[in-house]
């Protein structure tokens, strides 16, 4: 059975005081309140994560996970600023973002880039998130389909089959980030279920079936029940309803 996950990027928020008093609200409320089937992954800056791994680790919580933004594509060395995969990975990171449109955007990350740190975080056993999605000039043209096809084709398809139970699928629609223009439940499927079928034609359809796909863009408690119900909807990657325990924690109890 393929999991159900939801997981808050916090992007660049909080500081760690606030970090760490946020990561324990959502720890409490989430033993509290849920029925522990959906796994939730907690992805704060990375000057947070040894930290919250300390939260989650003390309570023992094997239904909460520790996720980071990025990584380097780089193993080790003279690459001032960057962060590598050994380095998450040694503080207790279970899922590495790559593919961020934020990362895209603004730190001209290209399909070949992607596909290096893909390769980075699986090669030290962690759970990737593969961030894929159109702007809106792409969704207005109509090609939406064939531009998150290439995203995939180019970071994800050389990778060997068996790496793919390590791997999870977000899209996001950039003109949904942050802008309260959420993906309707039709268009986030549509997209969906074209992702796992690209997945099951490069691969097979048994694994294409376990991989989760998750939704990104402006979910909120009011619009997560609908998003989530839809086929091939596995859970979603949330911003900014993550910042706040009480929407991020019904956003999980939405999908469970
Ligand atoms: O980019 C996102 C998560 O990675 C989505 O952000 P918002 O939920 O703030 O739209």
Redesign the pocket.
Known sequence: MRKKIVAG?WKMNTTLAEGQALASEIIHMVEDETDRSVQVVLIPPFTHLYPINKLIGSLRKKHIYLGAQDCSAHEKGAYTGEVSAAMLQSVGVDYVIVG???RREYHAENHALLAQKARRVLEHGMQLIF?CGEPLSVREAGNYLEYVEAQLRESLFELEADLWEHIVI?Y?PVW????GKTATPEQAQEVHAYIRSLIAERYDKALAHEVSILY????KPENAAELFAQADIDGG?????SLKSRSFVDIIKACQ
Do not use: D, F
Request: hydrophobic residues 30%; proline residues 0%; negative net charge.
């Open positions: 990027n961020h449109s934020e961030c977000a996001e949904a980030i942050g802008t990104g863009g402006s979910c990657l949330i911003g900014g309803a």
